[in-house]
């Protein structure tokens, strides 16, 4: 059974880090594209980073409204992903989410909810002083 369990969520200043866990289990996720999104209120769910496989040598995309302050990346011994949130903004607020799907593939272009089949339960992230 797939199943991916966000972690790491909080309330941070402005300027401040986060780092968000996605753990895995059910299946190897050396072997999957995983990708972050995340939803504000009232909002679209919007794709931030997602990160390929070992296959595809785990490239990685982002959204341009985070690239250079967030980093994704993969602990394949531990069966996790990360997602490495630098110079939070207010307007990063949002429920987080990963997701994973054994036939996408994190290519640079927008990240669509889309093609992803499994999600996670969401983890909050409120930037606020």
């Known amino acids: 059974q797939v199943q991916l369990v966000e972690s790491g969520g909080g309330l941070v200043q402005p300027g401040g880090s986060l780092r968000l866990s996605c753990k895995a289990s059910?299946?190897?996720?050396?072997?999957?594209?995983i990708a972050w999104f995340r939803q504000a209120p009232g909002k679209e769910r919007e794709g931030v980073s997602c990160i390929n496989s070992i296959n595809l040598n785990g490239a990685t995309n982002y959204a341009d409204s985070v690239k250079g302050r967030f980093t994704i990346s993969r602990d394949n011994a531990q069966n996790t992903v990360y997602l490495q949130m630098n110079s939070l903004k207010p307007e990063d607020t949002a429920v987080y989410y990963c997701?994973?799907?054994?036939?996408?593939?994190?290519?640079?272009?927008?990240?669509?909810?889309?093609?992803?089949?499994?999600w996670g339960q969401g983890t909050q992230v409120t930037v606020s002083s």
């Open positions: 997701a994973t799907d054994p036939g996408t593939i994190c290519g640079p272009y927008e990240i669509s909810a889309e093609y992803y089949d499994y």
């Open positions: 059910g299946f190897n996720l050396d072997y999957h594209a």
